[in-house]
């Protein structure tokens, strides 16, 4: 089979709106000079989309016309790494999405261990910052909370009262409170104190000592909480 039916083939099978880069073709290293080629001639045609540099998506399509893909379609291939997770979305975008932010970046944040990134997908410009921890599809639901507590004071446009319910909410739905626990560990004393506040609300006979063995007793975390929106707030020196 040619270099060309092969890709058409490939492309006829993903489902509309994905995105996909030369590595996820069924190309061998010496035919990328003609998968080029032919790769260009689908963007000509309009079969494919060109989102950034390598970065290609099979558009989908409506009454109103091509649908761009969202966010997190475009910013697939930076978030997995052979279908595993080694990203996830932060900063401005993810708070938007947790509904602590009615501001919609026009730079995305995405934090990794280890991977570097400065890249234009369209209108958006994309960066990262390095993650605390290793990432994987069991953590990086308890990270984003995580990253929201460390980021609680410049969050644009924060109503205080209601981001600590949402935080709340979010914590009370995790399966695995100790695995929280932990990774609160691995952020800065601010974000341990909090964490073990919303964790001891939330549940009063889990184990907090690590938390609290890890916090200089004469430190105080200023969050802007009074008692009336954090009602244990004196009990891990959050004011």
Do not use: C
Request: charged content about 30%; aromatic content about 8%.
């Amino acid at each position: 089979m040619k270099v060309a039916e092969k890709i058409a083939e490939k492309i006829a099978e993903m489902p509309d709106g994905t995105t996909f880069r030369y590595q996820e073709l069924p190309i061998e290293r010496e035919e990328y000079t003609a998968a080029a080629k032919a790769i260009e001639r689908l963007v000509k045609n309009g079969l494919i989309t060109r989102a950034s540099t390598g970065l290609f998506y099979k558009p989908k399509r409506s009454a109103f016309g091509i649908l761009k893909p969202d966010e997190q379609e475009l910013l697939k291939p930076y978030l997995f790494s052979n279908g595993e997770r080694i990203a996830y979305i932060t900063g401005t975008l993810l708070y938007n999405r947790m509904g602590l932010t009615t501001q919609v970046p026009k730079n995305i944040k995405i934090a990794s261990r280890d991977k570097r990134l400065e890249l234009t997908l369209g209108n958006l410009k994309v960066t990262s910052i390095k993650s605390y921890v290793d990432i994987d599809d069991e953590n990086y639901r308890y990270l984003e909370l995580l990253d929201a507590i460390k980021d609680f004071k410049v969050i644009p446009d924060l109503d205080k009262q209601a981001a600590v319910k949402i935080l709340k909410d979010g914590i009370s739905k995790l399966e695995d409170k100790r695995l929280f626990n932990h990774l609160a560990l691995t952020y800065p004393p601010r974000v341990r104190a909090l964490a073990g506040a919303l964790m001891e609300l939330l549940s009063p006979k889990e184990d907090l000592s690590l938390l609290r063995k890890s916090l200089n007793p004469l430190s105080n975390f200023e969050f802007g909480l009074n008692k009336s929106i954090l009602s244990n707030s004196e009990n891990w020196k959050i004011s």
